[in-house]
């Protein structure tokens, strides 16, 4: 993403924003509230569009106009509610409005099957694929998120504050899923606001603060003081990139 | 935000410019009703006639704006307006208890307080949805009016004589004015300062805004709630004790579809139906307006007649009366209309804009839209523990959601065969049994798509009237074929549903106000075919849609000979194998086609099928269609069974076929409901009609009270629903007790 402005009537939500996603990297997206980072998000889904910049996949040029424009190309938003549907059970929520057919039927059997597969695949213990989304815990229900995300072979999976709904326990769970997500080869991109999290997982930060990018660090070579600092007192003329910042 | 600087933002966009509107539309409306007919409404009493008849619905309109604006809804105050009417002349009329004046007012008031307490609990401790709870009571209410009155009226002008104070304030006054009037003007006063001025409007106002931050912010919204469902029923209960103070008696039709004239007057009157908007006087000037509207359609003026009662004569308000079901139509319409003005021109500023675009400026500032930070979470109570994955055999069985309704209806059947062995088990009461389970398991068929994909349609037994009307019209009116009587019943059904459809689905509205809307419309339209008469006598080939499958054969010449064959043919009926054979098409499509998954997703979590791609719009655009379809063809049918129309076909079905589908394990927020529990739940409503009505030892219940026991069975199944099926309380209480028993010290913990 290069270059992306948004204003909603006067207020100028997003000002000339960069943002790279590197194949297989965790990147965490921080910053204070309205400083951007839900908005540049759905812009990166199409679910808002961009007044001006420009957004490349693979080096290719994409222009989304909804969700469903962004998730053929394989990007993946998993929303904070983790939109599921809680009276259905696991694997219909997993294959929601594409559920597998065998003539003008559902197949069930198959459905189930690949639902089982792609929970195994993330590593994760639900139950049962019979058993009712609403009965399960938040971090399972995030799992269900996950997994349904996943099953589309995503290249980028977007977590929309992942960890604010979980104990600590999920907040494990889930952190050693997202590792599992990046040794196949998805790239992340989480919205936090617990440094905590991104610290344990993540392989860069990005800073946003009203609308610009204030910063831009690795991981390895950074502690949660300075992000604290970027994120309180950064500013746009003083912002390194993550290279330049390492090369200090 | 106060008025004041609400007034100082948007100057004339909001309710004060709106107002002002109606005021300038009630003058021309009067002004052209005095040019049309100078003998009516150009008189003094014309004027006075108005504002006596508008005191009592604008009475009731000033409680129903709290509620309103609460984000609720009161359809029940139609009822208990009629219902104070009667317990007050049973109480004090001298042919019943013969009660003074002071004990039968004070327990009339007691019984709006209760009605009012019984609303508000039901809503919010207890979270039924407004609209169910109350119609519900409505229906309860009407039963009542009409079993303590036996349909007849009640007058007490002799005894009123002894007791001038109170019933003077149904009269007019020295000034010259009716007394009503002040009455009204009072109560009018107190309930715009108490809404604009004082904490509980406030408070008022914040719950109808958004409740989760009202929450928040420590306003104790169910108290709030529950107060202004006792506004409003204190104030029917008035407007009720005004009428008998008025007309000295009651008739059992006192407050029908009073609710409709009620609301249509609030939301005309500026309050929005999306909740946090309105005011006081607008409900007023919108209670005038409809009155007005009421009586320029009913065409002139009411005449007062002179009753000879005993030996006492007595002036009868009466009217004029249009053709039967006009005016319903008429405020039907207003209220659908009415319902989409605030949402749409008011809050999108279409007036503003246009004003801006005439004068070439750039359009105002958009009012921030979903920008609300804080917004309601919708929690289902989750089934603490998925009992149906552990159980096996029965368990699994029981830990069904339509369980309930297979165990009730075999408990049933067995119940009406000891009660009645000698008649139950006979072949022509199965066979009536299975007939009206025919109809209502039809329209039941449909509605379990509407009310999974988390909507609801209330009109369904009106559009099976409706459908049954136009038929009945074609053929004896007009003289139609039987195939155009069936094409013009499905057209009139279809549009019907199509009203419903884009009222919901194409304006966003709920669908319990659109479908209300279309209750009195397609009701008002079927009496206004028929001119409130019963059609009969048409050529029988329609009628063959309604026989016996062996009168069919016989019809076309074709005996068949005796044995098993010709005796299934003498049972089943044409009407019971398509309603199975739609049944079927429907559940196989519901449980295990795409398209049924669909409609879960959607009532389960709309935003979540939505963003999984689906069309949730033509998933719900596509079930309500189904729904007035299923309703058509049941209109169609009984109208071939019993070879004629009568306007009040299809009465109470809207109440029988919900209750039906929430029984069969349906959920009134949507995302449940089987096929198969509504076909089992339709049978447990058709049963306990049957029981009611069974002859036991010289005794049968009467229609009224039977309306009653359903109306109280639809409320324990919605709760059943809420508590046992989806809170799970047993198992909540249950851990809570052995939690308790373990260590009492932490189980508030």
């Known amino acids: ?248 | 935000m106060t008025d004041e600087a609400l007034a100082r933002r948007l100057p004339s966009q909001l309710v004060g410019g709106w107002e002002v509107g109606l005021l300038a539309l009630i003058l021309l409306l009067y002004l052209s009703g005095a040019f049309v007919n100078p003998a009516f409404f150009g008189s003094s009493e014309a004027l006075q006639a108005l504002l006596r008849d508008t005191s009592r619905v604008a009475i009731i309109a000033v409680g129903m704006t709290f509620v309103i604006v609460n984000k609720d809804l009161d359809l029940s105050v139609g009822s208990t307006y009629g219902l104070v009417a009667v317990i007050f002349a049973r109480l004090f009329a001298p042919s019943f208890l013969d009660l003074g004046i002071l004990p039968s007012i004070l327990l009339c008031l007691i019984l709006g307080a209760g009605i009012g307490l019984l609303n508000g609990v039901l809503v919010t401790t207890l979270k039924v949805p407004a609209f169910i709870a109350t119609l519900t009571v409505l229906f309860i209410g009407r039963g009542f009016v009409l079993a303590l009155t036996h349909g007849q009226s009640i007058y007490y002008p002799a005894k009123a004589k002894e007791y001038p104070s109170f019933f003077h304030l149904g009269e007019t006054n020295v000034l010259g004015f009716n007394n009503q009037i002040v009455i009204f003007a009072l109560v009018a006063v107190i309930g715009a300062y108490v809404l604009a001025k004082t904490r509980w409007g406030y408070e008022t106002f914040a719950t109808g805004g958004n409740e989760q931050a009202a929450v928040y912010a420590g306003i104790p919204t169910n108290w709030v709630r529950i107060r202004a469902y006792l506004i409003s029923s204190l104030c029917a209960a008035l407007a009720g004790l005004m009428s008998a103070a008025q007309d000295k008696g009651v008739t059992p039709l006192y407050g029908v579809s009073g609710e409709l004239t009620v609301i249509a007057a609030v939301i005309i009157g500026g309050a929005s139906i999306l909740g946090g908007r309105g005011r006081v006087f607008g409900s007023c000037l919108g209670a005038m307006l409809v009155i007005l509207i009421d009586k320029v359609l009913r065409e002139g003026w009411p005449i007062t007649r002179i009753i000879k009662v005993g030996d006492e004569e007595v002036a009868v308000n009466a009217v004029y009366s249009l053709p039967v079901g006009a005016v319903p139509v008429f405020l039907g319409f207003l209220l659908v209309i009415a319902v989409l003005i605030e949402p749409w021109l008011i809050r999108r500023q279409i007036a503003g804009r246009l004003w801006a675009w005439l004068r070439g400026r750039p359009p105002p500032l958009a009012y921030e839209t979903g920008g609300v930070a804080l917004e309601g979470v919708q929690t289902k109570g989750a089934m603490a523990t998925d009992i149906a994955l552990s159980a096996t055999g029965l368990g699994k069985f029981l830990a069904r959601r339509d369980a309930l309704a297979i165990i009730l209806t075999a408990a049933l059947w067995l119940t009406g065969l000891s009660l009645r062995p000698d008649y139950w088990w006979n072949l022509s009461n199965t066979f009536a049994i299975l007939l009206n389970y025919t109809e209502l398991a039809l329209i039941t068929v449909g509605l379990t798509y509407v009310i999974a994909a988390g909507d609801i349609d209330l009109s369904v037994g009106a559009v099976l009237a409706l459908a049954g009307s136009t038929a009945a019209y074609f053929l004896k009116v007009l003289g139609a074929d039987p195939m155009t009587a069936v094409a013009m019943g499905l057209l009139a059904g279809m549009c019907a549903g199509f009203v419903n459809a884009i009222v919901t689905v194409g304006f966003k509205l709920p669908a319990f106000i659109a479908t209300l809307g279309m209750f009195y419309i397609a009701r008002g339209l079927a009496a206004w075919f028929v001119a409130g008469q019963q059609l009969t006598g048409w050529p029988e080939g329609y009628n063959l849609l309604g026989r016996k499958l062996n009168d069919i054969l016989q019809h076309y010449g074709i005996r068949l000979p005796d044995g098993p064959l010709r005796a299934f043919a003498d049972v089943v009926s044409v009407q019971t194998i398509w309603m199975l054979l739609v049944a079927l098409v429907a559940g196989i499509v519901l449980a295990y086609m795409p398209f049924g998954q669909k409609v879960y997703a959607t009532g389960g979590n709309i935003r979540a099928a939505a963003y999984a791609g689906i069309n949730t719009n033509r998933v719900r655009f596509i079930a309500l269609m189904l729904a007035a379809l299923c309703a058509t063809m049941a209109g169609i049918i009984n109208v071939a069974y019993f070879r004629s129309f009568n306007p009040v076909a299809g009465q109470f079905r809207e109440l029988d076929a919900i209750a039906s589908v929430i029984i069969g394990g349906g959920s009134i927020f949507g995302g449940y409901g089987t096929m198969v529990g509504a076909l089992a739940g339709a049978a447990v409503i058709t049963l306990v009609r049957a029981l009611l009505q069974l002859n036991v030892q010289g005794f049968s219940m009467p229609q009224h009270w039977i309306n009653v026991f359903i109306g109280v069975i639809l409320i324990a199944a919605v709760l059943i629903d809420i508590w046992v099926r989806q809170a799970n309380i047993f198992g909540r209480l249950r851990t809570r007790h052995v939690r308790g028993a373990r260590t009492p010290e932490t189980a508030h913990g």
């Open chain 1, 1 to 248: 993403m290069r270059g992306i402005e948004k204003a909603f009537g006067a207020v100028q939500a997003l000002r000339n924003v960069d943002l790279v996603l590197y194949p297989g990297e965790i990147l965490g997206l921080v910053g204070d509230n309205s400083a951007g980072k839900s908005t540049l998000m759905k812009i990166l889904t199409g679910a808002y569009q961009r007044d001006a910049g420009e957004i490349f996949v693979a080096g290719q040029p994409v222009h989304f106009k909804s969700p469903h424009e962004s998730r053929d190309v394989g990007i993946e938003m998993i929303y904070q509610d983790f939109a599921l549907c809680g009276n259905m059970d696991v694997g219909q929520n997993i294959f929601l409005g594409r559920w597998p057919r065998k003539g003008p039927f559902i197949n069930r059997r198959k459905m189930y099957a690949e639902a089982n597969s792609v929970l195994k695949r993330l590593k994760v213990d639900v139950n049962s694929v019979h058993q009712k989304v609403e009965s399960l815990s938040g971090g399972r229900q995030q799992s269900v998120a996950i997994a349904r995300a996943i099953s589309f072979g995503p290249r980028v999976v977007i977590l929309d504050e992942p960890t604010a709904n979980l104990s600590v326990m999920a907040t494990e769970r889930l952190l050693e899923t997202m590792m599992e997500l990046k040794k196949q080869g998805v790239a992340q991109i989480i919205i936090s606001h617990r440094l905590i999290d991104i610290f344990a997982v993540g392989d860069r930060v990005m800073v946003l603060k009203r609308g610009e990018n204030v910063g831009d660090r690795y991981v390895k070579y950074t502690d949660d003081h300075e992000i604290l600092e970027i994120i309180v007192s950064g500013r746009r003329e003083n912002a390194l990139t993550a290279d330049e910042a390492r090369a200090i």
